[in-house]
């Protein structure tokens, strides 16, 4: 029963930003580690960044950081990705998925639960 809706994802021009959000159901989400994701297109899956249960402790991938900024509403069981100065190397299919336990961690083999994903585009 575990659900994971990604939204948010679109064309965005380089040095653009977008905000992804991921609606989280059907497990109590603030016991959680969650994930983001994503799969360029021809490459394998790449983990982008985590953050542990209670929103402390996050981690990014170097391609990403000082960019992208993961957070987290416990209130609302929703998942963000803030992504600002993109480039078209960002554009990949993202995914919301969930962790195995409370601490995050940086691969995306600690997950078991993923998300449909939404396509982001960077282009101009």
């Known amino acids: 029963q575990v659900q994971l809706v990604e939204s948010g994802g679109g064309l965005a021009q380089p040095g653009g930003s977008l905000r992804l959000s991921c609606a989280a159901s059907?497990?109590?989400?603030?016991?959680?580690?969650m994930s983001w994701a994503r799969q360029a297109p021809g490459k394998g899956l790449e983990w982008v960044s985590g953050?542990?249960?209670?929103?402390?402790?996050?981690f990014v991938a170097d391609s990403v950081k000082g960019r992208f900024t993961i957070s987290r509403s416990n209130a609302k069981n929703t998942l963000y990705l803030q992504m600002n100065s993109l480039k078209p190397e960002d554009t990949a299919l993202y995914y919301c998925?969930?962790?195995?336990?409370?601490?995050?961690?940086?691969?995306?083999?600690?997950?078991?639960?993923w998300g449909q994903g939404t396509q982001v585009t960077v282009s101009s």
């Open positions: 998925a969930k962790g195995k336990a409370a601490i995050a961690k940086a691969t995306v083999d600690d997950v078991d639960y």
């Open positions: 059907g497990f109590t989400f603030n016991n959680y580690a």
């Open positions: 953050i542990h249960s209670d929103g402390s402790g996050t």
